[in-house]
Each structure stands twice: as structure tokens, then as C-alpha cells.
T-cell receptor, first 111, second 113 residues
Framework: SQQGEEDPQALSIQEGENATMNCSYK?????LQWYRQNSGRGLVHLILIRSNEREKHSGRLRVTLDTSKKSSSLLITASRAADTASYFCATTTSGTYKYIFGTGTRLKVLA | DTAVSQTPKYLVTQMGNDKSIKCEQNLGHDTMYWYKQDSKKFLKIMFSYNNKELIINETVPNRFSPKSPDKAHLNLHINSLELGDSAVYFCASSQGTSGLTQFFGPGTRLTVL
């Protein structure tokens, strides 16, 4: 299966703490994206990191990419209750049009 | 002024029926997608159209037939519905096919009884 994998599957933290979730994938990629899905909603794009980049920041989000290990991590700093959602990574490969999504991490931030 | 909209939001139907889900985007994108998200939250690409041309057709039963009347619309018709078709179906769009940001619709929850 080409499905990426994320860990942990579920994460529960206190408001104000940092949350880290990881994504591993199987093939060489063009870029990797992180999406958030609130319960009962569609996915919302958070950040994109290209295969030649190692780290990217956007507000409280920090994404790293290690192509040698075929893995990425998403760090959310100073988490808020509103960050409670499922987080998915998605990869694209040169020459194909497909986005391969990971299995998702369910994050719960307790107020 | 919703960017990607889907109708209906919920669809409950009997096995064997035929149903359609509609998707429209007002972002001016040229590529649209259908995804299926199962009960374990796995999100799997089904189809993709670029400028009304089918470019991705995953291993999906031929009971599923997408139709793109124009760049802004991608509908999904499902014949002879089965229990295993129950899932949430998401439409998405992007500009181009080179793996950039996708914008997702709110989803259609299909329940087959």
C-alpha cells in the first residue's frame, strides 16, 4: 500500500503544551503537505514543504522533512483547545498527479 | 461564497439505489478530485479531472462514474449502491496538477442501509 503512516494515532495534551506528530512515507516525493480536519468537516491545508527543504515555519507550526528517512514531523507550539482536530500528511510524487494521504493523528487539546 | 461546495451533505439510501453527489468550486481551479474517507479516516483518491479530462482513475468499481461538465463542476454518480459504499466523500480542487495546495469541500456522508 502506498498509504503513509502517522504516529501517534492519537495524542492528548494540555493547553499550552507542544504537540508533535510524525509522518512516514514510502516513495520519493515532490513535496509534502500537512492538512487539518476538524470533526465533520473537510480538510484544510496548513503548510507545504518541498523535497529540497528541511524545515518550514508558519505561525505556531513548524514542519521538518528528512528525505533520507522518508519522514516528516509537525510541531504545534503553545497548543490551544481550537487545535483539537485530526492532522494528515499528504505526499505528491513527480510525474504523478496523486496525493497520498497518511493515516492521520487525532489530537485532543484539553482546556 | 464557499470555495468548494458539495450537495447533499448527508445521503441515506437503500442498497441497490443509484445516487449522485454534486461538487462545485468557485476558485477558478482547473483540477478537481473525489476522495473517499472510510470509518477509520483513511482518505483515498478515487478520481481526478484536469480541464474536464480524466487524469486519475484509481481502482474503483465501475459503479462509480464521475462527470465533469465544466472545469468548475465534478459530479459523482454511483449505481447499485452497496453497504461498503458507506463513507464520507470529499471533493477537492487545485490549480494545476503539480501537487500544490488542495481545497476541500465539506464532505458528503453517504449511508447505505
Amino acid at each position: 500500500s502506498q498509504q503513509g503512516e502517522e504516529d501517534p494515532q492519537a495524542l492528548s495534551i494540555q493547553e499550552g503544551e507542544n504537540a508533535t506528530m510524525n509522518c512516514s512515507y514510502k516513495t520519493s516525493i515532490n513535496n509534502l503537505q500537512w492538512y487539518r480536519q476538524n470533526s465533520g468537516r473537510g480538510l484544510v491545508h496548513l503548510i507545504l514543504i518541498r523535497s529540497n527543504e528541511r524545515e518550514k515555519h508558519s505561525g505556531r507550526l513548524r514542519v521538518t522533512l528528512d528525505t533520507s528517512k522518508k519522514s516528516s514531523s509537525l510541531l504545534i507550539t503553545a497548543s490551544r483547545a481550537a487545535d483539537t482536530a485530526s492532522y494528515f500528511c499528504a505526499t505528491t510524487t513527480s510525474g504523478t498527479y496523486k496525493y497520498i494521504f497518511g493515516t492521520g493523528t487525532r489530537l485532543k487539546v484539553l482546556a | 461564497d464557499t470555495a468548494v461546495s458539495q450537495t447533499p451533505k448527508y445521503l441515506v439510501t437503500q442498497m441497490g439505489n443509484d445516487k449522485s453527489i454534486k461538487c462545485e468550486q468557485n476558485l477558478g481551479h482547473d483540477t478537481m478530485y473525489w476522495y473517499k474517507q472510510d470509518s477509520k479516516k483513511f482518505l483515498k483518491i478515487m478520481f481526478s479531472y484536469n480541464n474536464k479530462e480524466l487524469i486519475i482513475n484509481e481502482t474503483v468499481p465501475n459503479r462509480f462514474s464521475p462527470k465533469s461538465p465544466d472545469k468548475a463542476h465534478l459530479n459523482l454518480h454511483i449505481n447499485s449502491l452497496e453497504l461498503g459504499d458507506s463513507a464520507v466523500y470529499f471533493c477537492a480542487s487545485s490549480q494545476g496538477t503539480s501537487g500544490l495546495t488542495q481545497f476541500f469541500g465539506p464532505g458528503t456522508r453517504l449511508t447505505v442501509l
